[in-house]
């Protein structure tokens, strides 16, 4: 007697109830979804970190409501130059509330920064002072003594930098807290992603 063959059997459903192409395509959404998180968390921590400018103390380079892409990874080989602007998160009390600041590096470590006549001069271990060229500056700024002593001279340590805002007569920098330590940098600001309209490198030349 011949036997009919036997059905094929069905497999269980991963999800009861769903459909097999439907149940297919949710656990490729969710893979994705989860290798999208995991390269954003790597990204993020290692790589890039979007920051939107919330100050007026990098005008007019920066203006409240950019939005920032921040070069997290090359601080770790390549110390900031003088002129590049960065990103750091400033000390206590100021930087209390958790908002980054975003300045431009005058000094380097082992120099010592003046404030002369409102401009800028900087001299090394075994360098005569100099007046500090600042193009990205709009003309006729001054720079003025700040914070409670009005302190006119600073003296960067090593493994520090001397931040100062473009923007003056409204920027909270240096000038108030002093140096601040390398371990404190975010990264350099790299593009300026938004507005559509404001799109473009951040240099250290503008």
Do not use: C
Request: proline content about 12%; overall charge negative.
């Amino acid at each position: 007697m011949i036997r009919p063959p036997e059905p094929n059997p069905v497999p269980e459903p991963l999800v009861p109830g769903w459909p097999a192409d439907i149940r297919r395509w949710v656990l490729e959404v969710a893979r994705t979804v989860l290798f999208v998180a995991a390269l954003y968390l790597v990204l993020n921590t290692f790589v890039v970190q979007p920051v939107e400018v919330e100050m007026r103390s990098m005008q007019p380079l920066l203006v409240e409501g950019d939005h920032l892409l921040v070069d997290r990874l090359s601080l770790r080989w390549d110390a900031p130059d003088r002129g590049e602007v960065v990103v750091f998160d400033a000390p206590s009390p100021y930087g209390d509330d958790g908002v980054p600041y975003v300045k431009r590096v005058i000094g380097l470590p082992g120099e010592t920064i003046q404030i002369e006549n409102g401009r800028i001069y900087v001299s090394g271990p075994d360098a005569p002072p100099f007046r500090l060229d600042e193009p990205y500056l709009t003309d006729g700024t001054v720079t003025l003594p700040q914070g409670p002593a009005g302190s006119r001279e600073w003296r960067v340590p090593e493994g520090s930098v001397f931040v100062l805002g473009d923007n003056r007569s409204d920027s909270l920098d240096s000038r108030t807290f002093g140096p601040i330590g390398l371990d404190r940098l975010i990264g350099r600001a790299l593009v300026r992603y938004l507005p559509l309209d404001r799109i473009g490198f951040v240099s250290s030349r503008d």
